[in-house]
């Protein structure tokens, strides 16, 4: 827990495992940060008043539906789509030879136009190479005519062998793409683990395994969707999507048809999830852009659940050789790790860089003198490797799976290892191996602070009794550090607008929009504080590219961080302005005038004072009456650029399990996270979070799985098959916090994807040590009752 104690003129936030203080900056600065505000969002979404993509209705619309392989490779040898273009109602059925040759330019802004992207068409051409690969588009009235013609749509395959397969897939003779050879996508090396290979070799302790993590998928709850509609007498785009960043999408759709951005306007309302896989547009997106010109309506196409588990990506599916040397007394002497990760047939983005990421973030928070790496992106005849929160996410596995093993072999204590090994305040900033650089985290005070949440030496005590009666129990941790606010290309700035209106209300423009991180909450709390109004006074629109600033949306844990730059270095605009009519008004002093509760006073002087309202109508009305030097209107625009590049933030994961070794049932008991995500802009927010993406790292783990037959045939398409934690199977989450300003206004950090990053390792490193006594090693994803069994067989030693 966070305890909050009085020191000096501020409250600060105290980590009481160090006793400290472990902010420099009070803890809550205005009035409403800091504080549980409820969710401005939420009376609409949970009274069924959102308005996701599927309840936009436009004159005149049609609706799509894809016909998609149903194999993993093969070449397309002829199609037919007659019998399904005489059905009343059915408007068009296209094939690659109608879309793809419309496509000007396909590059996505995040990653820039010069990177040496992987094939994307919008329709399979020539050859499918995924089931699932979308072969033609059908347009219909509805939804239901348009999968009735889709059955009736004729493809002829001719069989190729698919590459199922990424692990042999370089040396398997086949290609997923032909001019890739040996089905390599991509490679990206840091220092070569050669040149450490003395270190591995002289090191008294040396723990190497090869760690494999499954394919699994981000589930949102609202799949994805689109609606475009063209205007032939303007020649304009109008399209509401399902995104995370809808400047991304009108960038994309303004490349991909040759149109001047202020043709193509992108309108996001609520997003049902998003977790990485609607940031950029998919090519199914591409489809129904390059449609909706050659049709006399509005056309909708929404993703099925099925589709979305067969088509829409997956991600994790990887595996790494990772080794990390100690000397005699448990310190690191060097990690290094050979990374090879799957992106399928057609990733999205070009996968290369956050493989780099990978090796880059894999000496964590802890004191690594040297480090070496090679990342390796690899083709095979499955679904496109797709962002998921923490894409680089396999680095702490692999690192902390390790560490266990080493303490186990070691004789030592897995905390004990920790302690000896993570960063220290005191050595702060400091540079990992691979170029790094880390400030502003505290990862041994996370560290400490969840396991005095535990109880730590109780449980072992626990444990210990508990083995003697015959059941198992298990903590493991996982301590990471993770980057937010990557201040580059798309993500370089962040803009905001506020309008003071003539009746002293605020409305606060921002690019991203609801996506399920209540980034809407978030700006109303910033904005009521930076200009002194009340929070019922503020009100935010968000997502309509036609009104709202430039902005990367929400990726990469950057909204509440970027965004509070963005309304920071608006507001202090509007506020001198405010300020300065209020003190002319009042006959004071600027430095006098106090802003609250949307009016202005003057300091010391009782009832001397103007609301926002009278200043806003002096502002609009009677310029006159203005001081001199202040404009009209009450209305400003800023842009907020980050000092650093990046911002980090840290934290700590413990859980405790229960695994039954005869049936391989894995039962969480406690489970707890320590952040650092610096100054809370609201609690509330920040747990759920990081609640959310604990529960499907939980997922990941134990769950989900997005499989393959050897034929490249996907097993897991419905809900009855890739399953999902409930909660029934997930316990309370229970939440530290440990305050550590970053640089910037607020001194805000991001906390997006952190609970998915630490939570596959510490259930599995929890698992491990409930099955130490058995003498087995996890170093395979996911833990099911059937592989918890089997790796109890395989045990050596007896329990």
């Given at each position: 827990m966070r305890?909050?104690?009085?020191?000096?003129?501020?409250?600060y936030g105290i980590d009481r495992t160090r006793g400290a203080p472990v902010s420099a900056v009070p803890a809550a600065a205005g009035r409403y940060a800091g504080a549980r505000v409820p969710r401005v969002e939420d009376p609409r979404l949970l009274t069924g008043h959102g308005m996701f993509v599927d309840d936009v209705v436009r004159p005149g619309m049609l609706h799509g539906c894809f016909v998609r392989s149903p194999l993993a490779r093969a070449r397309i040898t002829a199609i037919d789509a007659s019998e399904a273009l005489a059905m009343d109602g059915v408007h068009a059925v296209f094939v690659a030879e109608d879309l793809n040759p419309g496509v000007r330019e396909q590059w996505y802004t995040l990653m820039g136009r010069d990177v040496p992207d992987t094939p994307r068409p919008p329709l399979a051409e020539h050859e499918v190479r995924f089931v699932g690969d979308p072969v033609a588009l059908v347009v219909a009235d509805d939804r239901y005519l348009a999968e009735d013609a889709a059955e009736l749509v004729a493809v002829d395959y001719d069989p190729l062998p698919p590459v199922v397969d990424y692990t042999t897939a370089p040396e398997s003779g086949e290609l997923v793409h032909g001019e890739y050879p040996r089905n390599i996508a991509g490679e990206m090396p840091?220092?070569?683990?050669?040149?450490?290979?003395?270190?591995?070799?002289?090191?008294?302790?040396?723990?190497?395994?090869t760690i494999y993590q499954q394919a699994y998928a981000q589930v949102p709850m609202e799949t994805r969707g689109i609606v475009a509609e063209w205007s032939a007498s303007t020649g304009e785009m109008a399209i509401w999507a399902a995104t995370q960043s809808p400047h991304e999408v009108r960038l994309f759709c303004s490349r991909l048809l040759g149109l001047d951005e202020h043709r193509v306007r992108v309108v996001m309302r609520d997003t049902g999830g998003g977790f990485g896989q609607k940031v950029m547009p998919m090519r199914e997106d591409?489809?129904?852009?390059l449609a909706a010109p050659k049709l006399p309506g509005a056309l909708k196409w929404i993703e099925d659940r099925r589709e979305n588990l067969l088509a829409a990506g997956m991600s994790r599916h990887e595996h790494g050789d990772a080794r990390i040397a100690f000397d005699g007394e448990g310190a690191i002497l060097a990690a290094a790790i050979d990374y090879v990760q799957d992106v399928g047939a057609y990733p999205v983005p070009w996968p290369a860089g956050t493989a780099m990421a990978a090796g880059m973030f894999f000496p964590g928070p802890y004191r690594v003198p040297e480090a070496a790496f090679t990342t390796t992106c690899v083709f095979s005849n499955t679904s496109g490797r797709t962002a998921y929160r923490g894409p680089w996410q396999f680095e702490s596995v692999a690192r902390e799976l390790l560490l266990d093993n080493a303490a186990r072999r070691m004789g030592m204590d897995p905390v004990e290892l920790r302690?000896?090994?993570?960063?220290?305040?005191?050595?702060?900033?400091?540079?990992?191996?691979?170029?790094?650089?880390?400030?502003?985290?505290?990862?041994?005070?996370?560290?400490?602070?969840?396991?005095?949440?535990?109880?730590?030496?109780?449980?072992?005590?626990?444990?210990?009794?508990?083995?003697?009666?015959?059941?198992?129990?298990?903590?493991?941790?996982?301590?990471?550090?993770?980057?937010?606010?990557?201040a580059m290309g798309l993500h370089a700035t962040e803009g905001a607008t506020i309008r003071i209106e003539p009746s002293g209300k605020v409305n606060v423009y921002v690019s991203g929009g609801s996506s399920g991180n209540s980034i809407e909450t978030t700006v109303v709390q910033l904005a009521a504080d930076a200009l002194g109004v009340d929070i019922g006074d503020v009100h935010t629109i968000q997502g309509d590219t036609?009104?709202?600033?430039?902005?990367?949306?929400?990726?990469?844990?950057?909204?509440?961080?970027?965004?509070?730059?963005?309304?920071?270095?608006t507001a202090s605009v509007l506020r001198d302005r405010?300020?300065?009519?209020?003190?002319?008004?009042?006959?004071?002093?600027?430095?006098?005038?106090?802003?609250?509760?949307?009016?202005?006073?003057?300091?010391?002087?009782?009832?001397?004072?103007?609301?926002?309202?009278?200043?806003?109508?002096?502002?609009?009305?009677?310029?006159?009456?203005?001081?001199?030097?202040?404009?009209?209107?009450?209305?400003?625009?800023?842009?907020y650029r980050p000092e650093h590049p990046i911002i980090w933030a840290n934290a700590t994961h413990v859980c405790t399990c229960e695994v039954d070794v005869v049936t391989g049932a894995v039962s969480l008991l406690r489970y707890i996270v320590s952040e650092d995500c610096g100054p809370m802009i609201n609690p509330s927010v920040v747990e759920g979070q990081i609640a959310g993406g604990t529960v499907q790292g939980i997922g990941g783990v134990l769950y989900e799985h997005l499989a393959y037959d050897a034929d490249g045939n996907p097993v897991t398409t419905t809900f009855m098959d890739y399953l999902v934690p409930t909660s029934a199977e997930v316990p309370v989450i229970e939440h530290g916090h440990?305050?550590?300003?970053?640089?910037?206004?607020?001194?805000?950090?991001?906390?997006?994807?952190?609970?998915?990053?630490?939570?596959?390792?510490?259930?599995?490193n929890a698992v491990a040590d409930a099955l130490a006594p058995f003498g087995v090693e996890v170093t395979r994803l996911p833990l099911t009752p059937q592989a918890v069994a089997d790796l109890v067989r395989s045990g050596t030693v007896a329990p």
């Amino acid at each position: 827990m966070r305890v909050i104690e009085r020191q000096g003129d501020g409250w600060y936030g105290i980590d009481r495992t160090r006793g400290a203080p472990v902010s420099a900056v009070p803890a809550a600065a205005g009035r409403y940060a800091g504080a549980r505000v409820p969710r401005v969002e939420d009376p609409r979404l949970l009274t069924g008043h959102g308005m996701f993509v599927d309840d936009v209705v436009r004159p005149g619309m049609l609706h799509g539906c894809f016909v998609r392989s149903p194999l993993a490779r093969a070449r397309i040898t002829a199609i037919d789509a007659s019998e399904a273009l005489a059905m009343d109602g059915v408007h068009a059925v296209f094939v690659a030879e109608d879309l793809n040759p419309g496509v000007r330019e396909q590059w996505y802004t995040l990653m820039g136009r010069d990177v040496p992207d992987t094939p994307r068409p919008p329709l399979a051409e020539h050859e499918v190479r995924f089931v699932g690969d979308p072969v033609a588009l059908v347009v219909a009235d509805d939804r239901y005519l348009a999968e009735d013609a889709a059955e009736l749509v004729a493809v002829d395959y001719d069989p190729l062998p698919p590459v199922v397969d990424y692990t042999t897939a370089p040396e398997s003779g086949e290609l997923v793409h032909g001019e890739y050879p040996r089905n390599i996508a991509g490679e990206m090396p840091g220092r070569s683990p050669d040149e450490l290979a003395r270190i591995f070799d002289e090191a008294p302790l040396t723990v190497r395994e090869t760690i494999y993590q499954q394919a699994y998928a981000q589930v949102p709850m609202e799949t994805r969707g689109i609606v475009a509609e063209w205007s032939a007498s303007t020649g304009e785009m109008a399209i509401w999507a399902a995104t995370q960043s809808p400047h991304e999408v009108r960038l994309f759709c303004s490349r991909l048809l040759g149109l001047d951005e202020h043709r193509v306007r992108v309108v996001m309302r609520d997003t049902g999830g998003g977790f990485g896989q609607k940031v950029m547009p998919m090519r199914e997106d591409m489809c129904v852009m390059l449609a909706a010109p050659k049709l006399p309506g509005a056309l909708k196409w929404i993703e099925d659940r099925r589709e979305n588990l067969l088509a829409a990506g997956m991600s994790r599916h990887e595996h790494g050789d990772a080794r990390i040397a100690f000397d005699g007394e448990g310190a690191i002497l060097a990690a290094a790790i050979d990374y090879v990760q799957d992106v399928g047939a057609y990733p999205v983005p070009w996968p290369a860089g956050t493989a780099m990421a990978a090796g880059m973030f894999f000496p964590g928070p802890y004191r690594v003198p040297e480090a070496a790496f090679t990342t390796t992106c690899v083709f095979s005849n499955t679904s496109g490797r797709t962002a998921y929160r923490g894409p680089w996410q396999f680095e702490s596995v692999a690192r902390e799976l390790l560490l266990d093993n080493a303490a186990r072999r070691m004789g030592m204590d897995p905390v004990e290892l920790r302690r000896r090994n993570l960063l220290r305040r005191d050595e702060l900033p400091y540079t990992n191996p691979n170029g790094m650089p880390y400030s502003d985290i505290t990862p041994l005070e996370t560290f400490e602070q969840a396991l005095k949440m535990l109880d730590y030496e109780a449980f072992r005590q626990e444990q210990e009794q508990a083995r003697a009666e015959g059941r198992y129990l298990g903590v493991g941790t996982c301590t990471y550090v993770e980057p937010t606010t990557s201040a580059m290309g798309l993500h370089a700035t962040e803009g905001a607008t506020i309008r003071i209106e003539p009746s002293g209300k605020v409305n606060v423009y921002v690019s991203g929009g609801s996506s399920g991180n209540s980034i809407e909450t978030t700006v109303v709390q910033l904005a009521a504080d930076a200009l002194g109004v009340d929070i019922g006074d503020v009100h935010t629109i968000q997502g309509d590219t036609a009104i709202t600033p430039f902005g990367g949306g929400a990726a990469g844990s950057r909204s509440g961080s970027m965004n509070a730059g963005a309304v920071t270095e608006t507001a202090s605009v509007l506020r001198d302005r405010i300020v300065a009519i209020a003190a002319h008004h009042l006959e004071a002093a600027a430095e006098d005038i106090e802003l609250s509760r949307s009016k202005a006073s003057v300091r010391g002087v009782p009832g001397s004072e103007v609301t926002l309202a009278e200043i806003a109508s002096m502002a609009y009305f009677q310029p006159e009456a203005l001081p001199p030097g202040v404009p009209a209107g009450l209305e400003a625009s800023g842009r907020y650029r980050p000092e650093h590049p990046i911002i980090w933030a840290n934290a700590t994961h413990v859980c405790t399990c229960e695994v039954d070794v005869v049936t391989g049932a894995v039962s969480l008991l406690r489970y707890i996270v320590s952040e650092d995500c610096g100054p809370m802009i609201n609690p509330s927010v920040v747990e759920g979070q990081i609640a959310g993406g604990t529960v499907q790292g939980i997922g990941g783990v134990l769950y989900e799985h997005l499989a393959y037959d050897a034929d490249g045939n996907p097993v897991t398409t419905t809900f009855m098959d890739y399953l999902v934690p409930t909660s029934a199977e997930v316990p309370v989450i229970e939440h530290g916090h440990v305050e550590t300003p970053a640089p910037g206004p607020g001194g805000y950090k991001g906390v997006g994807e952190g609970g998915a990053i630490g939570a596959p390792p510490a259930v599995a490193n929890a698992v491990a040590d409930a099955l130490a006594p058995f003498g087995v090693e996890v170093t395979r994803l996911p833990l099911t009752p059937q592989a918890v069994a089997d790796l109890v067989r395989s045990g050596t030693v007896a329990p």
